[in-house]
């Protein structure tokens, strides 16, 4: 059980977070050197929090904040390519108010939906280490578990993610089946545990993956829109682009 009242409370903790060296270096130096095109901005240069409600039923894990993304703008996935891929998909499917994400306070909503991370600092070249993903481990423990009344559904963007994410669920009570479930795109497993979970594989919305066509707007959209189904967001055989 987490130590936490509410998520306010973890995530006030969790951006003052330095236990990783190389990390703490890493998104100090990005914030002080910046990319030209941003130099105007003051960046974020901390560990970011979740992003959405905190009586979400979806949650979208992802990997790590970008350099000059969330590590600038300090919200997961906003601010570069990766972010306007999966939001403008949000928005297609109708757990989002706009498909947009440039900054904090642009106004942006997600609908019953949470987005997360296993690494909440942002990386060099995207890869967090095997041990910078199990010391960040307890604060996803502890957002899932204030989570845990309202949770049904989870997204898991990517490889690293369901790989990060299998230890967390079965310590938290969630039955792993055996042998353990593979990633793969449109992988779905229901796992028991304190309540049902609809666990979900997609892959990331990484420009690799989406600049070759290897996950699409509507292969992304398709997924999201049966996932906010199991989640209880989004009413099963849902026609609408977004609530009204």
Not at 21 to 34: F, I, N, S, T
Not at 228 to 237: K, N, S, Y
Request: charged fraction near 20%.
């Amino acid at each position: 059980m987490t130590g936490y009242p509410d998520i306010a409370a973890l995530d006030a903790d969790l951006i003052e977070c330095r236990a990783c060296p190389r990390l703490v270096r890493w998104r100090e130096q990005v914030a002080a050197e910046k990319r030209a095109a941003f130099r105007d901005w003051t960046y974020w240069g901390r560990p970011v929090p979740g992003f959405g409600p905190t009586d979400a039923s979806l949650v979208i894990v992802g990997l790590a904040p970008a350099a000059h993304g969330a590590n600038r703008t300090g919200r997961m996935f906003t601010g570069d390519r990766s972010g306007d891929f999966l939001y403008a998909a949000l928005y297609e499917v109708g757990l989002a108010n706009q498909p947009t994400a440039a900054r904090l306070g642009d106004g942006l909503e997600l609908f019953g939906t949470r987005i997360t991370s296993p690494v909440h600092c942002a990386p060099p070249a995207n890869k967090p280490t095997p041990a910078e993903r199990d010391t960040c481990r307890h604060w996803l423990v502890s957002e899932l578990d204030l989570l845990l009344p309202t949770l049904r559904t989870i997204v898991v963007l990517g490889g690293f993610g369901w790989q990060a994410l299998l230890p967390v669920l079965a310590g938290a009570g969630w039955t792993i089946p055996t042998p353990r479930p593979k990633f793969g795109h449109g992988t779905h497993v229901v796992l028991e545990g304190p309540t049902p979970l609809h666990l979900y594989g997609c892959y990331h919305v990484s420009q690799q993956n989406t600049f070759t066509g290897r996950l699409t707007p509507a292969m992304l959209e398709d997924l999201l829109r049966t996932a906010g189904r199991t989640a209880g967001i989004l009413p099963d055989g849902h026609p609408a682009r977004r609530p009204s």
